[in-house]
DNA sequence: TATCTTCACTAAACCGGTTTGCTAAACCGG
DNA sequence: CCGGTTTAGCAAACCGGTTTAGTGAAGATA
């Protein structure tokens, strides 16, 4: 019946409490530019109607928007399906509260980032896992707001912050191949956008370098049929391991990229009958809060996840609020493995071998 | 050294191309009224240019952002350590990218969920957890914007999506008093604001009328000393675990209002040497993901956690695109008990009961 | 008493777009 | 060849605030 009641602007406070709209707009934003009776008089009348800045137009003229991005190359209800994602939000999500700062996720817009990126209203980005080979990192950049890197060093000009991703695979492949296993399969995290070659620079690629340093070490190399990608969660974990067996893969060990492949990976072989650590082992990565409740407790690659997504907005809001581009800066944090349950030794070869399978 | 590019204005692309910002307007939003040439040179002067339309000033002219606000009455790095929201937020994510619009969270702000509110730039809020009783929902309300209330039915003027929180949680008791249990420990998750009593027609209070009237069924009562609450994570279901176990209490099943703090509750009465479901059993509430593949694999009330995220936005996108006020829909969805391996026939009597303990 | 400040407030320009109302030229049928 | 319609594009108003550059009166200073 009643249309939606229009919201009151200045000129209607203004008007009411009969001063001008400066003096309206002083009233909330420089009070002592006014007589203390007269602003506090003027708040009056707007509480009164209700009034409030409209948020749009005071983006408008004051040229910010106290809100920072998150940019994600892939949808959003992919990421926040891997639990790594949840906690990264909460480390950037305190430090966008602690200073003041709303939050927004931006996310391709039918199909594109750029697009999503041009609607978006924020001060400054942090882009996670957006590497410099996406097609429309370009059109990105040209939007001219600053961006910090999560998860990609590939873009030197933009502040980045980074994790020692082949230390914590090698420690990974160390740890493994000390237990004996030489048969494995690296299940790794699916790039966003499907790249002619595999991005060099990725965090697939890192980890994977790492792998490969620690099965070195002994002498030993993981052939690229060994790998296998899916998207980061539980059910990309147990796909990329049932589509590796019947490719015909007999591991005594996974190396999955994300703990919730891993998860995954573990459900599945579970699923054929093995148990964990007894027939096969299994090694995660990022040590999300539930990796030492899952049965078994998962042995896996910590990463400071929240300090991540918290360090990144701090970067990200010394150059929004200092306007300086100047020598950006990159940190890299620490991996550690931490040995849990889920990784045992090798087991004595078993009679009924599949002919034909990983010698 | 250089300063930050000033991004060309729709009047540089205008100029450029020898036409009116009018025409550029239209080139980009209705082409249709340009010849067909003009068209396309005003977009490659713009391309050239690398001008792209400023999307806060096309908000205000616009009168609309493509936004669309979730707003949590606590902060947000609280709220993101619950797994809970992750699958929730990937529900929201997904309906709200399917219909193009931007996704925007919205916390308290120094303290004030109505200060933040009135700073953000959306056509729509969907609320979760927000009661009546918060002591600023009227001046949220007062902001005027479209809000679909999630968890909550108190404000029936508003569109609103909830669970049968009560028939779940009947469920889980009528299992446990099933399997023989009558010492329990019921451990809720705490309101967002410390209320003077207790929000009759919160999340808490509603699951805990559930577990009574399952118990009630057997002519057993839940007193209130066996209710303890904290935060819905894994550490407040240790603490809260660990607080009710030094008051003496000695339970033989928990009912916990969220899976976070079931797997809590496990960790801390693992810590106390006890088995599970051996000593104490275990049900959770919101069965998400990771709740088959924790040791053990736990009981828990099913609830669509996706589908109640995205049914919430779809509520929401409806009114704000009809700008329909008007009988606005209530939608409840199902909830189901899943029983898995967190419980289990009550244990027999202990030797070294606890003198004055649970009778 | 004349001039200089300070105080309290305002009119107008501006932020960067979109939209409305209009005009001049091209087109069209009779 | 003339009046009527369409087409292509423009100037100006508008969205809802903030900020700049004053203005007039009161108080301070010489």
């Known amino acids: 019946m009643e249309q939606r009641t229009i919201r009151p602007r200045i000129a209607d406070v203004a008007r009411e409490a009969g001063v001008s709209k400066t003096a309206v707009s002083f009233a909330f934003n420089s009070p002592d530019r006014l007589a203390p009776e007269t602003a506090v008089r003027i708040r009056d009348v707007a509480e009164q109607l ?13 040229r910010r928007t106290q809100t920072i991005g998150v940019l994600t ?39 594109s980032l750029a697009r999503a990126m041009s609607r978006a209203t924020v001060d400054g980005v942090v882009a996670i896992g957006l590497s410099d080979d996406h097609p429309e990192v370009e059109q990105i950049r040209r939007a001219g707001v600053p961006i910090v890197l999560v998860d990609s060093t590939a873009l030197p000009e933009h502040g980045s912050v980074e994790i020692d991703d082949v ?27 499907p790249s002619l070659a595999m991005d060099p620079d990725g965090v697939t690629s890192r980890r994977l370098r790492g792998y490969r340093e620690g099965f070195a070490a002994v002498g030993m190399t993981i052939p690229d049929e060994r790998v296998v990608v899916g998207p980061a969660s539980i059910e990309g974990g147990i796909a990329a391991l049932n589509r590796a067996w019947e490719d015909g893969l007999r591991p005594t060990v996974v190396l999955a990229m994300s703990d919730a492949m891993a998860i995954g990976a573990m459900r599945a072989l579970r699923d054929l009958r093995l148990t ?41 809001l010394t150059v929004v609020q200092r306007r300086d581009q100047a020598n950006p800066e990159h940190r890299r944090l620490e991996t550690r493995l931490i040995v849990r349950d889920s990784t045992g030794p090798v087991p004595a070869p078993r009679h009924e071998e599949v002919a034909g399978a990983n010698h």
Do not use: C, W
């Open 50 to 62: 209700g009034y409030t800045p409209h948020p749009v137009a005071r983006m408008l003229t004051q």
């Open 73 to 111: 190359p892939q949808a959003l209800s992919v990421i926040f399906s891997n639990p790594f994602f949840g906690a990264f939000s909460e480390g950037v999500a305190g430090a966008a509260e602690e200073s003041g700062y709303g939050l927004y996720f931006i996310s391709p817009l039918r199909g």
């Open 167 to 193: 230390g914590g695979a090698r420690a990974a492949a160390e740890h493994v191949t000390g237990l004996g296993h030489r048969d494995v399969l690296v299940i790794g995290v699916e790039p966003p956008v």
């Open 276 to 316: 964990i650590p007894g027939d096969v082992s299994v090694v995660g990565f990022d040590d999300i809060d539930l990796a030492p409740h899952v049965d078994p407790p998962l042995t896996t690659v910590h990463q400071p996840i929240r300090r991540k997504g918290a360090e990144a907005v701090r970067l990200l």
